[in-house]
């Protein structure tokens, strides 16, 4: 636990969408989402379409590491779409501030799979609340590494992050994209949640709406 963030803004920044959606799912991940609380910090083991076998859990401090080396192993393209620079790397602090979450006002999931032997995160979706103090809206962003996207594993992040934030009583998940951010239009479009985009000031504004009964998969 941590004290309460004063900003919301760079969690969310450092966090933006690059993932693209072409997996054909094994299970019901809806039913399997429902079937946890939804609020809960249990890790959700799943085999996707190709048998790649994943754990999708809450982010813990000790992830900090984790999150360089994730970064590491992104392409300049995913760098750029999610700093709208070219970012050469993720600070130690920049780390630390995204893995120590209070897990109300700000809240992560990671997505985790064994590469040689160990255990690493190639996928992560995260909140923020925009107002502390208010639930209404909150900044949210997903990321997968690059050699893992097309498998459905930002859907499921996705998935496990709206279910979380309406039980913690928030509204509404918006992102903010730079133009020519289809990947991440793509990813809201195909997980059929209830959802809004506008162009604004060359930025897409897409704003989930999580008391929407048009929640389907």
């Known amino acids: 636990m941590e004290d309460k963030p004063q900003s919301s803004n760079q969690d969310v920044n450092n966090m933006c969408i ?6 054909i799912y094994p299970y019901n991940f809806k039913k399997s989402m429902l079937s946890l609380n939804p609020d809960s910090h249990e890790p959700e083991s799943i085999t996707l379409a190709d048998g790649t076998q994943i ?4 982010i813990q401090p000790d992830d900090a590491e984790d999150l360089q080396a994730a970064f590491q192993r992104l392409s300049m393209e995913s760098i750029y779409l999610r700093f709208l620079s070219f970012k050469k790397v993720l600070t130690d602090e920049e780390a630390r501030q995204l893995a120590t979450l209070d897990y109300i006002t700000r809240m992560a999931f990671v997505a985790t799979c064994l590469e040689n032997g160990k255990d690493i995160v190639m996928g992560v979706a995260r909140y923020a609340l925009l107002d502390t103090d ?5 900044e949210a962003a997903v990321v997968v590494e690059d050699k893992y996207q097309g498998r459905g594993i930002g859907k499921l992040l996705l998935w496990r992050l709206v279910h979380y934030a309406r039980a913690k009583g ?4 918006r992102g903010n994209l730079q133009i020519g951010n289809d990947r991440m239009l793509t990813l809201v479009q195909r997980s059929r949640l209830s959802h809004q985009q506008r162009y604004v000031d060359g930025i897409w504004e897409v704003t989930i709406d999580l ?3 048009n929640q389907g998969t």
């Open 18 to 23: 690059s993932v693209t959606i072409h997996a």
């Open 170 to 173: 928030i509204h509404f998940l």
């Open 55 to 58: 754990v999708i859990r809450p």
């Open 211 to 213: 008391q929407s009964a």
């Open 134 to 138: 208010d639930p209404e809206m909150a």
